[in-house]
């Protein structure tokens, strides 16, 4: 089974940056989608950005234009850079893995990187 740790949170004013990483350990990083997902406070966890093994990408109507996935499949790591920072993009982020764009994640969680976008 894959498992995932997140890095590269932190405090961030409105309009700033930040980079997430998610290394990935186990077998198979090469066979999933890898998607990065979201958990606010008194929210439901949200998948924010999807990419395929091929490198397709898909992004919430919320994060579009803004966020950008990556991964290096030799690393087995999922990028996420977050430009143009919200407050309402306050959460804890996670990486997981699914079997294809929109299906139910795979693998356990890991502890998450926490993301705080305040003036």
């Known amino acids: 089974q894959v498992q995932f740790v997140e890095s590269g949170g932190g405090l961030v004013q409105p309009g700033g940056s930040l980079r997430l990483s998610c290394a990935a350990s186990?077998?198979?990083?090469?066979?999933?989608?890898m998607g990065w997902y979201r958990h606010a406070p008194g929210k439901q966890r949200e998948l924010v950005a999807a990419?395929?093994?091929?490198?397709?990408?898909n992004y919430a109507g919320s994060v579009k234009g803004r966020f950008t996935i990556s991964r290096d499949n030799a690393k087995n790591t999922v990028y996420l850079q977050m430009n143009s920072l919200k407050p309402e993009d306050t959460a804890v982020y996670y990486c997981?893995?699914?079997?294809?764009?929109?299906?139910?994640?795979?693998?356990?969680w890991g502890q998450g990187t926490q993301v705080t976008v305040s003036s």
């Open positions: 990419i395929t093994v091929g490198g397709s990408t």
């Open positions: 186990g077998s198979g990083f090469r066979m999933f989608v």
């Open positions: 997981n893995a699914a079997i294809t764009i929109g299906s139910p994640p795979t693998g356990s």
